[in-house]
């Protein structure tokens, strides 16, 4: 069964910290991995990713994936208050077009 | 601004009763999907849409109805409601006429069955 895992499943910090998320899959027919940001109500976009070792980047955000070892990480450098969200990643794979969701990453930046 | 409604935003309904939840959609897009988040859960794929009258089971299914009689319209019909359809329901779509991955949600529908 194909799935998504994200760790940790829940994250405290204090602003100006740096955090890293992370997102294991186990899919047949990969095509990309996605990340999204869910404050209080729907999910928004964030970054594809398709390509190994490729760095998305926005902002203070940025992302990388290693389909060897099929997996990818989230990272957030000088957190603020406003990062405070549950963070998606998705997995697109090639078998029809719809996306399997991990259950998210809470994260919470305190002042 | 992906140009979704939902609607309505908040029901409260009794078990058993029929609900029917419509996603509404300005700019012709072909992909429209519903999917429910439940603590603990995350995002969970109902059935999507890939065009009129073309639909298809995502992983939870079950007890769940939709149609696609336009391209604007995608709606999910919970035919007898249960306690455990209790959920926040989020429509989405795809912007791009090719399937690419990246979806936009609507608001969300706020569902208690009691």
């Known amino acids: 069964e194909d799935k998504v895992v994200q760790s940790p499943l829940s994250l405290v910090v204090h602003e100006g910290d740096t955090v890293t998320l992370n997102c294991s899959y186990e899919v047949t027919n990969f095509r990309s991995l996605l990340w999204y940001k869910q404050e209080k109500k729907a999910p928004t976009f964030l970054f594809m990713l398709t390509s190994s070792g490729i760095e998305k980047k926005s902002g203070r955000l940025s992302s990388i994936l290693d389909k060897k070892e099929l997996f990818s990480i989230l990272n957030i450098t000088a957190t603020q208050t406003g990062d405070s969200a549950v963070y998606l990643c998705?997995?697109?794979?090639?078998?029809?077009?719809?996306?399997?969701f991990g259950k998210g990453t809470k994260l919470t930046v305190n002042p | 601004d992906a140009g979704i409604t939902q609607s309505p935003r908040h029901k409260v309904t009794e078990t058993g009763t029929p609900v029917t939840l419509r996603c509404h959609q300005t700019e012709n897009h072909r992909y429209m999907y519903w999917y429910r988040q439940d603590p603990g859960h995350g995002l969970r794929l109902i059935h999507y849409?890939?065009?009129?009258?073309?639909?298809d089971k995502g992983e939870v299914s079950d007890g769940y109805s939709v149609s696609r009689s336009k391209t604007e319209d995608f709606l999910l019909t919970l035919e007898s409601a249960t306690s455990s359809q209790t959920s926040v329901y989020f429509c989405?779509?795809?912007?791009?006429?090719?399937?690419?991955?990246?979806?936009?949600f609507g608001e969300g529908s706020r569902l208690t069955v009691l």
């Open positions: 849409s890939y065009g009129v009258k073309d639909t």
């Open positions: 998705a997995v697109d794979w090639g078998g029809s077009e719809k996306l399997v």
């Open positions: 989405a779509i795809t912007q791009d006429r090719t399937y690419t991955g990246e979806l936009f």
